[in-house]
Nanobody, 129 residues
Framework: QVQPVESGGGLVQVGDSLRLSCAAS????????MAWFRQVPGKEREFVAA????????YYGDSMKGRCTISRDFAKNTVSLQMNSLKPEDTAVYYCAARAGGEYSGSYLYARRTWYDYWGQGTQVTVSS
């Protein structure tokens, strides 16, 4: 059982940067994929970025491509999402997701929220204009 726990959300201004972290507690895995999604009320959860755990290969959705960077830290068992040039439309609850294994299943799967086994509770990001 892996329990992702997000942190780092908050209220920021347009153009600011924010760094979200996800600590994967519980059983650790040597291979897998961790990702960030976001959701606003009334809309489906949207893929932001993913990183393969052992290979460190990154993938980005269209929503924040070019404005965010996902990275993982083996020693701390964490995944971070650095977000820059934030816009009001980035306001959402950001969720961390994890899947044990599946790194080589195909990157087309990484954007599918149903593909992940474990989810955090989410952290609110509000971008004020």
């Amino acid at each position: 059982q892996v329990q992702p726990v997000e942190s780092g959300g908050g209220l920021v201004q347009v153009g600011d940067s924010l760094r979200l972290s996800c600590a994967a507690s519980g059983r650790t895995f040597s291979s897998g994929v961790m990702a960030w999604f976001r959701q606003v009320p009334g809309k489906e959860r949207e893929f932001v970025a993913a990183v393969t755990w052992s290979g460190g290969i990154t993938y980005y959705g269209d929503s924040m491509k070019g404005r965010c960077t996902i990275s993982r830290d083996f020693a701390k068992n964490t995944v971070s999402l650095q977000m820059n040039s934030l816009k009001p439309e980035d306001t959402a609850v950001y969720y961390c997701a994890a899947r044990a294994g599946g790194e080589y299943s195909g990157s087309y799967l990484y954007a599918r929220r149903t593909w992940y086994d474990y989810w955090g509770q989410g952290t609110q990001v509000t971008v004020s204009s």
